[in-house]
């Protein structure tokens, strides 16, 4: 308010002083962007699925710290519900003590009171919600069409590309027929959202690719962003932050400082192990305090789900004995006997029984395992 009141004032004064104020015109044109979140979302997202609050914010900082202007929509307007997220990640405590960004958020535009030409960009955030409330609304599909038919850009991270498999152009084509796009994979509903998925109409990287849309991905949870032209599509929540600099970017827009989240930095540094494990975990032991050490081990616990080869088995035993240095959970050490089970290395695998036995007595999975081999 102060900064404002000041400003006014300031312009006023070369007004009065008969210099005009289109000399500084150009340095405070405002862009706009229009961020769509899901209405869908009860009980934090335990009775319905709801928007990634996570993405929600991140994005928001990205484009506020790139000087543009965020308004936040949903299919019916007002009060939205996130689903269950960490208050204290700095990116959310940020917002949520944003009155000016609460304000927007809990009182979201209706979708069908938009109008698109006040608008340079449309982001879509993600979340299960989307895959219920996005494909099938008719003002979304509008609003995003006409925003990319003006020469706007259009975005969507994680599940928000939901919101694009039914947009069609003026031409009949679909937006994303021959482009590149991505969203939340197969792999990544079958680890992630098995609670949600049997109500889903449809499997988002089949639907994508119905539509004509060449689909490209990454691991599981790690950043992608596939950008084709103005049509910028992310992968995962982890690909929020490079999809909205990619955004700021197709806007002619520069994009703010990178913010240093944790978790993101952690998921790029799996990423570093994944191609070369030796210099990936150099990185990690020269500064191991800047990674979340239980990501790491969620990562390759997960990643040891749907790892089809001697390869992919040896990248999750990596990881998950990095991350048991610390953590020395017992899931995780059975995880690990596994891996190596998996590969053949029967002698390690006992001998990481026998450890876990030792430590955890009364943990019986490890004693069958034992018994077992």
Not at 303 to 324: F, G, P, R, W, Y
Not at 342 to 362: F, G, R, S, T
């Amino acid at each position: 308010m102060k900064k404002s009141f000041f400003y006014s004032c300031w312009l006023l004064a070369l007004m009065l002083l008969g210099i005009s104020s289109s000399v500084f015109s150009s340095n405070h044109e405002t862009k706009r962007v229009l961020i769509v979140v899901s209405s869908h979302g009860l009980n934090n997202g335990q009775e319905q699925p709801g928007f990634e609050f996570d993405e929600l914010s991140k994005a928001y900082f990205e484009f506020v710290n790139a000087g543009i202007a965020v308004d936040i929509a949903s299919p019916k307007g007002g009060s939205v519900e996130a689903d269950k997220y960490n208050p204290e990640e700095s990116y959310n405590k940020r917002f949520l003590e944003d009155n000016e960004a609460m304000i927007k958020l809990n009182n979201s535009l209706p979708i069908a009171d938009i109008t698109s030409d006040e608008y340079e960009g449309i982001f879509i955030v993600g979340g299960k919600g989307a895959m219920f409330d996005f494909h099938n609304n008719k003002a979304l599909q509008s609003s995003i069409a006409d925003i990319y038919q003006s020469g706007g850009v259009v975005a969507a991270v994680c599940h928000g590309p939901a919101a694009l498999v039914n947009v069609t152009l003026d031409n009949g084509d679909y937006l994303v027929d021959g482009k590149a796009v991505n969203g939340f994979t197969n792999t990544e509903e079958k680890l992630f959202g098995k609670k949600w998925a049997a109500q889903f109409e449809f499997m988002l990287e089949n639907r994508l690719q119905e539509r004509g849309g060449k689909f490209e991905s990454s691991p599981m949870m790690l950043s992608h962003v596939a950008i084709d032209g103005r049509l910028i599509t992310g992968q995962n929540p982890t690909s929020t932050v490079d999809t909205a600099r990619a955004m700021i970017k197709a806007m002619g827009a520069k994009p703010g400082p990178l913010e240093d989240y944790q978790d993101d930095k952690t998921l790029g540094l799996v990423a570093d192990i994944l191609k070369n494990a030796d210099s990936g975990v150099k990185k990690y032991r020269a500064n191991e305090s800047e990674y979340k050490t239980e990501l790491i081990g969620m990562y390759g616990y997960y990643n040891l789900m749907v790892a089809e080869t001697d390869e992919s088995i040896q990248q999750s035993l990596t990881l998950m004995k990095l991350a048991q240095e610390k953590m020395k959970h017992p899931q995780l050490g059975l995880a690990i006997a596994q891996a190596h089970q998996k590969l053949n290395n029967v002698e390690q695998a006992k001998l990481v029984l026998k450890q876990m036995v030792k430590l955890h007595p009364d943990l019986e999975e490890a004693k069958a395992m034992l018994e077992s081999l």
